[in-house]
């Protein structure tokens, strides 16, 4: 099993900036994908971000390049996303994943799911 936990989440206004991380523990492993996905109300879960663990290859959704930026510490089991020039609609909750399905952007290429945190971006 594998516990993932989030923070840094928060009220921040437009052209913000905030760091989540993921913090995991148990039978964690540094050659998994770590992912960053995110559901804002109303909304399906969508992908933001992914760090394949073996090759350390990244992955961002469109909408996000250029402003995030994920990383990770395989000392510390420890993955972050930086999020820079906030907007409105990036509000949502986010969620860190682990897993190691081939497609970085799918739901179920992922095994285990932290709670999420709350980021809310006023205008």
């Known amino acids: 099993q594998v516990q993932l936990v989030e923070s840094g989440g928060g009220l921040v206004q437009a052209g913000g900036s905030l760091r989540l991380s993921c913090a995991a523990s148990g039978r964690t492993t540094s050659s998994s994908t770590m992912g960053w996905f995110r559901q804002a109300p109303g909304k399906e879960r969508e992908f933001v971000a992914a760090?394949?663990?073996?090759?350390?290859?990244?992955y961002y959704t469109d909408s996000v390049k250029g402003r995030f930026t994920i990383s990770r510490d395989n000392a510390k089991n420890t993955v972050y996303l930086r999020m820079n020039s906030l907007k409105p609609e990036d509000t949502a909750i986010y969620s860190c994943?682990?897993?190691?399905?081939?497609?970085?952007?799918?739901?179920?290429?992922?095994?285990?799911w932290g709670q999420g945190t709350q980021v809310t971006v006023s205008s």
């Open positions: 994943a682990a897993g190691g399905g081939l497609d970085v952007t799918k739901l179920n290429s992922y095994t285990y």
């Open positions: 760090v394949r663990g073996t090759v350390g290859y990244i």
